[in-house]
């Protein structure tokens, strides 16, 4: 019996430190590389992608460049950032298995991806819409049928966009590429009579193509899209001093400038859904 209870015991205290091991790996992985390991989507501007040079950029990359500044502030030292890319699909996988800190782009907060990976504070909201040619919008989803949309595989507007479907019977196939880049070149060559994704990065999609008056976007969107930074499960350290470098940003108005540096372009006032996000997650210290 007691030799029973000694091995329940060690198992217990395994399972323990292997516990604590878990939460606090990604401050101690950054503590020994004195990196920092940024995962982005290269072609979902303006959230985020990758400029004329080949660097990533666009609001989700300003936002965690933040907080890395607040990493570096919290462990004492200067940290590196290193950029990887990463794709719709294998997006959550790198952030669960440690090859990125934490992921940087256009991602939906959802309670099924939360199983997979822990989000921070909202940092965006969204709804998805459709983009076709200039000249070929549309009114009624009925004038769809029998023509083929695309959408980027593995995200929520390809499920969303399956529902509508589904539930306006309508008769369209669908069609998916790996990114929004590929949809784009799909609908420019008539491959697909409309492209679907999240507003704001069809927008983003228009204002850095060179040949932009050849789309156009629907102003109506048909979901409801609440962007977050993913980092890996039950990390809670890693993830309050991301919290923390959001809600400075909010509370202080400096996300004021980031959007306005990413949207003022084509938005001259911030939505009211906007401004209520930012004031919701100002969390005090």
Known sequence: MKYILLLLLTFSLIGTTSAIADSSSTLDSIKKSGKIKIGYRQSE???????????PV?????????????VSTTIGKEVEIEYIPVTSENRFSAVSSGKIDILCGSTTKTLS???????TQNTFVTGATFMTLAGKQFNELAELDGRKVGVVK????EETLKKLLKETLTNAEVVTYDSAKEALDGLRGGEIRAFTSDQVV????????????NFAIAPQVFSFEPFALAVKRNDADFRLIADSALSQLYRTGQILQIYSKWFGGFAKEMPPMHQALYQLNSTPE
Do not use: H, W
Request: hydrophobic share 30%; aromatic share 6%; with cysteine.
């Open 202 to 213: 069809l927008i983003g999609l228009v204002i850095t193509a060179e040949d932009q008056d």
């Open 58 to 70: 666009g609001y989700s990359i300003d936002l965690c460049k933040r907080i890395a500044s607040n």
């Open 154 to 157: 593995g995200t929520t507007t």
């Open 113 to 119: 991806r939360s199983k997979k990976v822990d989000f």
């Open 45 to 55: 501007p303006p959230m985020s992608f990758e400029d004329e040079n080949g660097n």
